[in-house]
């Protein structure tokens, strides 16, 4: 059987074309302050929910870990699997490689901006407190609310 050595090429170039496109995944980055309760929370969670999707999460100062609140929490919501185990800070992303930026308050909108001008248009707040300080019981109600942020997030991607 004798082969077009074009055809060949032209079949190969198109399955890296299409093999490329769908490696290349939504990417979605969610932002707090330390990268330490809320914005690991949600890269859990919607980790969870979507696996098809890359998903990262940094702060606009890292900590030095994941809180116990928020291990908690992921914990008791079938979550802890996905949760990071060392926060990252913002500046050590890339910005524009994201199609999705949350920032869960203003200010870490406004870190953003300064850090990448160019990204305003994929910055999405959350206007979630920071549960940081809080009883478990209090900063239960904010990641309450990430959560169904997340679920609602996960079904509109």
């Known amino acids: ?50 696996p098809d999707i890359e998903i990262d999460s940094a702060g606009t100062y890292a900590y030095y870990k994941v809180v116990d609140l928020t291990r908690r929490y992921a914990e008791e919501h079938g979550a802890s699997e996905f949760l990071k185990s060392v926060p990252d800070s913002l500046d050590s992303k890339n910005l524009c490689v994201y199609d999705l930026i949350v920032a869960m308050e203003r200010e870490h909108e406004q870190a953003i901006l300064d850090q990448a001008p160019d990204c305003g248009d994929k910055i999405v707040v959350w206007h979630i407190s920071d549960p940081y300080q809080l009883p478990y019981k209090q900063a239960s109600r904010e990641f309450d609310k990430i959560k169904s942020k997340v679920a609602n997030l996960a079904k509109t991607l």
């Open 1 to 50: 059987m004798h082969l077009d050595k074009n055809l060949v090429f032209i079949r190969c170039e198109i399955f890296s074309v299409l093999k490329s496109w769908m490696v290349s995944a939504l990417k979605v980055l969610f932002v707090c302050t330390g990268n330490a309760c809320r914005s690991p929370l949600a890269d859990a969670l919607l980790k969870k929910l979507r």
